[in-house]
């Protein structure tokens, strides 16, 4: 049997119109629905996308290199809207029970993320230091049997290569996420070599090094 599913997020990427279970979410109008197999479901996701490595990293509030050390799968729900404005919350004027109904059906269709744990070895933009440990959430996961997936994601890998994260922040105790899954994604060779993830990535980073000099002559030109 297969299940069919509509889910519609709003933001950058995973983190502001969601309450969740350990984390929130913020995303572009996103869209999930199953594939032909009962056991996995496929995200259908809308990021912002950048013409540059430079305008990713202008977005980006925070750009480190780190690597994994550990990852957990968490379940989103979306938060009750509240007002009187059927504009901005569609549950406005229901009875007690059809908002009971209506809640119940927003909880069956939960948003899987997976939140990895970076150990940062260098940063290279944002208000972060060498040595500490940041949280970093992903669209999909696999949750209680099912594997959730978003085409254009690569999941971080514990134990994995090292990353250059190119991150948005949410405030808070939210984790970060990337700007874009695939244009703010990079690992590094053992020469120093910056290479994107996936192919829609930029392929002029560079050597590590250059890439910080870059990410700080950017942030010295927001400033002025």
Request: aromatic share 4%; net charge neutral; charged share 20%.
């Amino acid at each position: 049997m297969t299940a069919r599913r509509n889910i519609l997020i709003t933001g950058t990427a995973l983190l502001a119109a969601f309450a969740a279970v350990g984390c929130s979410a913020d995303g572009e109008s996103k869209k999930a629905k199953s594939t032909a197999d009962s056991d996995t479901m496929a995200y259908h996701a809308d990021y912002p996308e950048y013409s540059s490595l430079d305008a990713v990293i202008k977005k980006s509030d925070v750009v480190v290199k780190g690597t994994v050390v550990s990852s957990r799968v968490e379940k989103m729900l979306p938060e009750a809207p509240s007002g009187d404005d059927p504009a901005t919350n569609p549950q406005a004027g229901l009875s007690p029970a059809e908002a009971k109904a209506a809640k119940k059906a927003a909880e069956a269709d939960p948003i899987i993320v997976t939140v990895s744990k970076v150990k940062v070895s260098q940063s290279l933009a944002g208000d972060v230091a060498v040595g500490d440990t940041i949280e970093v959430s992903q669209l999909g996961g696999a949750y209680k049997g099912v594997t959730y997936q978003e085409k254009g994601t690569t999941m971080l890998a514990k134990g994995g290569p090292q990353y250059v994260l190119m991150l948005a922040d949410h405030g808070g105790k939210n984790p970060y996420d990337l700007v874009n899954p695939e244009q703010a994604l990079y690992t590094v060779a053992s020469g120093g070599t910056v290479k994107a993830v996936s192919g829609a990535g930029f392929d002029n980073a560079g050597k590590i090094g250059q890439l910080a000099a870059r990410a700080d002559r950017i942030a010295k030109n927001r400033t002025r």
